[in-house]
């Protein structure tokens, strides 16, 4: 088992920054995959970002290409999401996720993912 704990989210303004993190605990951290996916009220969960067990490797969805930056801490278990330039779009849940499966293109998916966090929310206001 691994457990996924989510933070740092909050109510911003457009253009604001956030940084979320995802600590996670239970099974050795750097065997995993990451990814970050976010859903917002009445839509399905969309992939963000994710990144390979080793940080070397990092996939974004075109929405958040430019404007986000996925990274991990294999030391201090956690991975991070850095938000730029936040848009009212943006407006969601933020859950990030854990798969101990290859690096493929299905990690674009919430297929391959084996453990998920509880979210957290972000709001942007216009």
């Known amino acids: 088992q691994v457990q996924l704990v989510e933070s740092g989210g909050g109510l911003v303004q457009a253009g604001d920054s956030l940084r979320l993190s995802c600590a996670a605990s239970?099974?050795?951290?750097?065997?995993?995959?990451m990814g970050w996916f976010r859903q917002a009220p009445g839509k399905e969960r969309d992939f963000v970002a994710a990144i390979n067990r080793s940080g070397g490797s990092t996939y974004y969805a075109d929405s958040v290409k430019g404007r986000f930056t996925i990274s991990r801490d294999n030391a201090k278990n956690t991975v991070y999401l850095q938000m730029n330039s936040l848009k009212p779009e943006d407006t969601a849940v933020y859950y990030c996720?854990?798969?101990?499966?290859?690096?493929?293109?299905?990690?674009?998916?919430?297929?391959?993912?084996?453990?998920w966090g509880q979210g957290t929310q972000v709001t942007v206001s216009s």
């Open positions: 239970g099974r050795t951290f750097s065997n995993y995959a």
């Open positions: 996720a854990a798969d101990r499966g290859p690096w493929t293109i299905l990690v674009a998916t919430t297929t391959p993912y084996d453990y």
